[in-house]
């Protein structure tokens, strides 16, 4: 058996875990976990970057002795280098307000329509296209995606890894290169990023200072993993070879949609607001991001953090469907006040406002098992693709009440885990680049047999849903 230490970086938190694999094993344990808090200052929202890599150093010194190391994180952050590759400040996080009106003035010069059959990429205020013309960049030499920022602090090298980068919305799906024109309509220079690495390739060995500070001995190697945490966690659905799914990756976001062999660029499509991100093995990653368990974080946050086992057996007590918010609303995407924010969304919807916390949290979790169905129903229509079952995999697995309303919403069996499904999607890259593990299907077999699965069977029929639908539709 060989270790990997797996660095997974998400939103809220970061964990180093190792995975121990063999032919017919895969093991994994946490050797650290951190929390991610970004820091408003007066220039706005900002990444402690390098309390992250603190937490990362942290993490390989617990991990022990490890094989290979491979880092995901969120996508489309980064930061910006000068010519002696010093970070030129912490980056700014997704959530910050400076795009605000970009996409307007990005649409003014690619219509967002050709914005859209040229790269495959939902609308999102964030992508990092939107970024790049608010900010103006100047005076930088190198940017530097979040995990390729890490990787390069780990090993003095620099690349940009390509599920990642086709987050960006300057990627061609088609291609899987650089969307050469889109950048050069909007003065974006693409010579900012280091060059495309696949995962699977050679990122680096461990600095010598890096062994040093962590008690490792050398040479370590880096390893390219899917380094958007979506990307790993999607590789890491433990479908049945030929089964037809669709997945759930569920935590701070919740991102529902298909694995396919080729982008859709339709008119439809976009209108839908669905993603055509790149996945491994050519793969394309079909989906639409939807608010996820964000909304209840911050509830949860709102109130003074209870007990989260105890509010969701009050939400399970709760009348069920009777408010509904649109989960993929961008009104719901800044920090703050987010219980008021539910309850004036349903006000304005005519639908009864919640009135305690357990009728908040039944609220979101409907809205956002509604939201599933929708993103699930779509996209089997606009991809010609039918499904069979729904793989739910990531944090939200944890929330039993969340993964049967699921099941409820779609008509369909759900089948959640694994938890740690980026994680384990980073290790299974560094095996099988290490000999251990075969193609995607094999290692996909292989976490069937290894991780703890629940199925969940849908009950009743889906006419609330339908009408819990069709109501948010006119509200």
């Given at each position: 058996m060989k270790s990997y230490a797996a660095v997974d970086l998400g939103a809220s938190s970061g964990r180093v875990m190792v995975g121990r694999v063999g032919p017919d094993s895969l093991e994994l344990a946490e050797a650290h976990r951190f929390v991610n808090r970004p820091v408003r200052v007066p220039e706005g929202l900002r990444w402690d970057v390098l309390a992250l890599y603190a937490g990362v150093l942290d993490g390989l010194k617990a991990a022990g002795q490890v094989d290979s190391v491979g880092i995901d994180s969120w996508a489309v952050d980064y930061g910006l280098l000068d010519a002696d590759g010093a970070l030129l400040g912490n980056p700014v996080h997704y959530r910050d307000s400076r795009t605000e009106g970009v996409a307007e003035k990005v649409w003014a010069t690619v219509p967002a329509a050709d914005l859209y059959a040229a790269t495959g990429l939902q609308y999102a205020p964030f992508n990092t296209l939107y970024q790049l013309v608010a900010e103006h960049v100047t005076g930088a030499e190198r940017l530097l995606l979040i995990p390729d920022l890490l990787t390069y602090w780990l090993t003095g090298e620099q690349g940009t890894e390509l599920t990642n980068a086709s987050t960006t919305q300057l990627i061609d799906p088609r291609t899987r290169d650089w969307s050469y024109d889109i950048a050069s309509r909007l003065g974006i220079d693409l010579g900012l990023f280091a060059p495309l690495r696949q995962p699977g390739d050679p990122a680096g060995v461990l600095r010598p200072e890096v062994l040093e500070g962590t008690g490792l001995s050398g040479p370590v190697p880096v390893t390219t993993v899917g380094s958007h945490d979506t990307a790993s966690a999607v590789a890491a659905v433990p479908a049945a070879a030929g089964e037809r799914f669709a997945y759930i990756c569920t935590g701070t976001w919740s991102l529902a949609?298909?694995?396919?062999?080729?982008?859709?660029?339709?008119?439809?499509?976009?209108?839908?607001?669905?993603t055509n991100e790149l996945g491994?093995?050519?793969?394309?990653?079909?989906?639409?991001?939807?608010?996820?368990?964000?909304?209840?974080?911050?509830?949860?946050?709102?109130?003074?953090?209870?007990?989260?086992?105890?509010?969701?057996?009050?939400?399970?007590?709760?009348?069920?469907?009777?408010?509904?918010?649109?989960?993929?609303?961008?009104?719901?995407?800044?920090?703050?006040?987010?219980?008021?924010r539910i309850a004036e969304a349903c006000r304005a919807?005519?639908?009864?406002?919640?009135?305690?916390?357990?009728?908040?949290?039944?609220?979101?979790?409907?809205?956002?098992?509604?939201?599933?169905?929708?993103?699930?129903?779509?996209?089997?229509?606009?991809?010609?693709?039918?499904?069979?079952?729904?793989?739910?995999?990531?944090?939200g697995t944890r929330n039993a009440l969340l993964c049967q309303l699921t099941a409820d919403a779609c008509g369909l069996p759900v089948v959640a885990g694994p938890t740690e499904a980026a994680a384990l999607g980073n290790v299974l890259v560094q095996a099988r680049t290490h000999g251990l593990v075969g193609d995607l299907a094999d290692g996909r077999t292989l976490l069937t047999r290894t991780q703890p699965l629940t199925r969940y069977e849908p009950q009743g029929d889906t006419a609330p849903w339908r009408a819990a639908e069709a109501r948010l539709a006119t509200g």
């Open positions: 949609g298909l694995e396919l062999d080729a982008p859709v660029l339709t008119e439809e499509s976009r209108a839908a607001n669905f491994l093995d050519g793969t394309v990653r079909y989906l639409r991001n939807i608010m996820g368990l964000w909304l209840l974080q911050e509830c949860v946050r709102a109130w003074g953090e209870p007990e989260l086992g105890a509010l969701l057996l009050d939400a399970a007590k709760a009348p069920a469907l009777r408010s509904v918010v649109d989960a993929s609303d961008p009104v719901f995407l800044a920090p703050g006040r987010m219980p008021e919807s005519g639908q009864p406002v919640p009135r305690t916390p357990g009728e908040t949290t039944r609220c979101i979790l409907d809205s956002l098992a509604l939201a599933h169905r929708r993103a699930i129903e779509e996209a089997q229509r606009l991809a010609d693709r039918p499904v069979d079952v729904v793989q739910v995999v990531g944090g």
